[in-house]
């Protein structure tokens, strides 16, 4: 029976490690990618993907296209927070988990509304890969959502 704890303990820790180490590294993409939307590079490139989606593609029609991206750096940012501060206070991890969801939902869904997003290279359909990262982080919202911790 002792082995069977101590196997439980390894298991947990391993959990624990693995869930810390997604939660940062999220986080830290996330801010990263946040701070860069405040550049006219990032402005610029973003402009095809937000102005071909239903949801977005009204929005330069009220913002300029560094304003929206701006704005879009700070709600990244701020999910990266409240990632960062749910660590201390568990109240944060439902809302963390939701801005995930839904921002992860949307950047994937570009794949699909981008027009000339999916080439054909060699008989193999591929894209822009810095997107695919999303469905990684779209998993661990998920995770984030159900983890009663």
């Known amino acids: 029976m002792t082995g069977t ?14 869930y810390y180490i997604s939660l940062f590294g999220a ?10 939307k405040f550049t006219p590079t990032e402005a610029s490139a973003i ?6 989606h239903f949801l977005t593609f009204f929005v330069y029609n009220i ?3 560094q304003a929206v991206s701006n704005l879009i750096g700070v709600i990244e940012i701020i ?6 501060f749910s660590a201390k206070f568990a109240v944060l991890k439902r809302y963390a988990g939701i801005g995930m ?4 939902l949307v950047t994937l869904s570009y794949l699909f ?4 997003i999916w080439k054909v290279v060699d008989g ?14 779209l998993g661990f919202g998920l995770m984030i959502l159900q983890n009663k911790k």
């Open 27 to 36: 986080a830290l993409i996330l801010l990263w990618i946040g701070i860069f």
């Open 124 to 137: 193999v359909p591929v894209t822009d890969f810095f997107i695919l990262k999303d469905l990684m982080l």
């Open 5 to 18: 704890a101590q196997t439980s303990g390894k298991k947990q820790s391993t959990y624990t490690l693995g």
């Open 113 to 116: 509304t981008t027009p000339g």
């Open 101 to 104: 969801v839904v921002t992860f």
């Open 79 to 84: 999910i990266a927070l409240l990632l960062i």
């Open 47 to 52: 402009k095809p993907l937000v102005e071909n």
């Open 63 to 65: 913002m300029s296209v």
